[in-house]
């Protein structure tokens, strides 16, 4: 079932003055957010297929309406403490477009629950502090403070850099399958 559907808009575009649309995803019982140009849609996880002597995080591979796709946990890929229930999956494309469609690669990234979209600036974002980028560190592109409500502190939540961990993804993805 199709929760949500968007269409992949080039970067150059969404930085423009309008700001750029993020998605709100919840993993490990953390928000985070994520650039929605890089998201195709965001879809119900069923019917996956475990495949032998696979990595952990790598849950299994799915049929998206005839495409077989592979399912990654992603909390699981990042080191947190993964419930394995994550419902829906980000279907993300990735890598530069092929075949008559001009479609790139396909890769799901099941996360426990995809809520909000919001549009963002680039002056809402806030820097990383300065220290090792380890763990899930390595993928932020920065942070977000949300606004405060009834005099409480809004919350912070990461921006994760998609591209980067995708291509961190499929890295992982083609050694574990090679």
Do not use: H, K
Request: aromatic share 4%.
């Amino acid at each position: 079932m199709v929760t949500a559907t968007t269409e992949r808009v080039p970067s150059a575009t969404q930085a423009g003055s309008a700001g750029r649309l993020y998605l709100t995803c919840t993993l490990a019982g953390r928000r985070y957010l994520v650039a929605a140009g890089v998201v195709r849609e965001v879809e119900e996880v069923s019917g996956v297929t475990p495949l032998p002597a696979a990595p952990i995080w790598l849950r299994g591979v799915m049929n998206l309406r005839g495409t077989i796709i592979a399912v990654a946990d992603l909390a699981t890929f990042l080191g947190l403490d993964s419930t394995g229930t994550g419902d829906e999956a980000l279907i993300c494309v990735t890598g530069e477009p092929t075949g008559v469609g001009g479609e790139g690669q396909f890769i799901a990234l099941a996360v426990d629950a995809v809520s909000t979209i919001r549009s963002l600036d680039s002056d809402d974002l806030l820097p990383l502090p300065e220290r090792d980028r380890v763990g899930i560190d390595r993928y932020l592109a920065g942070l977000y403070r949300t606004p405060a409500r009834d005099s409480v502190a809004g919350d912070l939540l990461g921006v994760l850099d998609l591209e980067v961990l995708l291509g961190a993804l499929l890295g992982a993805l083609d050694s574990a399958l090679t």
